[in-house]
């Protein structure tokens, strides 16, 4: 490792650690914010400081028991803001792309510790547009579910499900949900069946436009995982660190889901082309692919939430089931019971950003949120429930995370109206160098 490589494992595990994250946790249970490690490179002190452990276990600067005496010994003993700010530094010496992607990561590592330290009443508050701004690079505003609702409301009608009926159209989006319910208990082999029809249509609509040595890099080497009272829907755990005999990477996964999930099964379709292929699973393995052969740098194996990295990735999966059938709108997918659960989909990660508006923006209380995510979004009550709560009210999650997944979806969609396929899939997946939402536009206007 250079010396820019130990700025960037020192600066990200070291926020990681500081939030009670571990990205040594085969579980999303345990990690937080550091979403991989799997270069084989060792851990920095800022993940095997004796108080790391501590914080880790305690769940770190938003843990119900904030062991003040480890985060104190931790931070007179470990350096943050000295390694962002040397990442900075090394950073200003790569080339355009590399060193706007590193700027950004560490313009988000500085503002995920300020966030820290207002929780710890150490600082000041955060500005909601200066935490939005670091990890999408836009400024936070509000959601508009007209068109996707009107869209859900006329598909649903087509498939006998009229929103004019009592309830209007929640009542219908909840009759057709019930009638396609995925049952949680089945969930790996109806996972291993949906993957394995997106694996093939990858393999049809994707892997033509990437270089062939990609080809050959599993996709979806991944499990499913049920487990019961998450706070999450779900996690995408990226492990990486799997061998073969060879030496090669395994590019392995876990996915665990929430078993109280109310989800329907083309709802469960979009998840799966989101999560594993051609969404996060493939975008990571094809990362780590891109490290080993010297063609990523080391950057690209410590990938991080709350990042501009995060915001484009968000936006890669949500556009997964588009890029695995070959499109570039809702519409143009092969089923209307497909498209209604694409909607939906979109609408959920549409309530994510409104929930974050609607909380920091504007101050209003968790249970007009829920009610208005679940009448004018049309999620589940269990997802009002954790958009507004758990999600929306976390200090750092609900003002830097929340709002990615829309930016994300609106720039890839945008990127795959524009340009064709074998220029912008590329670009995307990081065959031209990792990149970020912002960053992509130089590899495309190139």
Request: charged share 20%; proline share 5%; aromatic share 8%.
């Amino acid at each position: 490792m250079n010396q820019l490589d130990i700025y960037v494992a020192e600066s990200v595990l070291g926020i990681d650690t500081l939030w009670g994250g571990d990205v040594m946790c085969p579980s999303g249970t345990g990690r937080f914010i550091a979403d991989s490690w799997f270069s084989d490179e060792p851990l920095p002190a800022a993940y095997t400081h004796p108080a790391a452990a501590r914080l880790r276990a305690s769940g770190g600067v938003c843990a119900k028991v904030v062991d003040r005496d480890a985060i104190e010994t931790y931070l007179r003993d470990t350096d943050l803001p000295g390694a962002i700010a040397g990442l900075r530094r090394e950073a200003a010496g790569c080339d355009e792309m590399r060193r706007s992607y590193l700027s950004g990561l560490a313009l988000c590592l500085d503002t995920m510790w300020d966030l820290a330290m207002e929780v710890l009443g150490k600082g000041d508050a955060v500005p909601y547009t200066r935490a939005v701004e670091a990890s999408t690079s836009k400024p936070p505003a509000p959601s508009q579910p007209e068109s996707k609702r009107d869209r859900v409301a006329e598909l649903l009608g087509r498939a006998g499900y009229s929103s004019s009926q009592p309830g209007g159209i929640l009542s219908a989006v909840d009759a057709w949900r019930r009638d396609r319910v995925t049952p949680m208990a089945s969930v790996k082999a109806l996972g291993a069946a949906v993957i394995a029809h997106f694996d093939a249509l990858s393999a049809k609509n994707l892997i033509g436009y990437l270089p062939k040595e990609l080809a050959q890099v599993p996709r979806a080497n991944i499990e499913f995982l049920p487990i019961k009272d998450a706070w999450f829907s779900g996690s995408m755990n990226y492990i990486g660190r799997a061998r073969t005999s060879a030496g090669a990477p395994k590019y392995e996964a876990a996915y665990e889901i929430n078993a109280s999930l109310q989800i329907s099964y083309p709802e469960s379709e979009q998840l799966v082309s989101h999560e594993v292929v051609p969404g996060h699973v493939t975008t990571f393995a094809y990362l780590q692919d891109l490290y080993v052969r010297g063609k990523a740098g080391f950057e690209a194996t410590v990938l991080t939430m709350n990042t501009r990295a995060a915001t484009l990735f968000e936006g890669i999966a949500n556009n997964a089931i588009l890029i695995a059938h070959g499109v570039t709108e809702v519409d143009q997918l092969p089923d209307e019971d497909l498209q209604i659960g694409v909607l939906l989909a979109l609408l959920q990660d549409d309530a994510k950003n409104h929930s974050s508006y609607m909380t920091w923006g504007e101050q209003r209380p968790q249970s007009e949120i829920a009610s208005t995510l679940r009448r004018d979004f049309l999620v589940t009550e269990e997802r009002a429930d954790k958009l507004s709560g758990a999600w929306g009210r976390h200090p750092l999650l609900g003002r830097m995370y929340l709002p990615a997944y829309r930016c994300g979806t609106d720039k890839v969609a945008q990127l795959r109206r524009h340009y064709p396929a074998e220029c912008v899939l590329p670009a995307i997946y990081g065959c031209k160098g990792i990149v970020d939402i912002e960053t992509v536009d130089i590899v495309l206007k190139g």
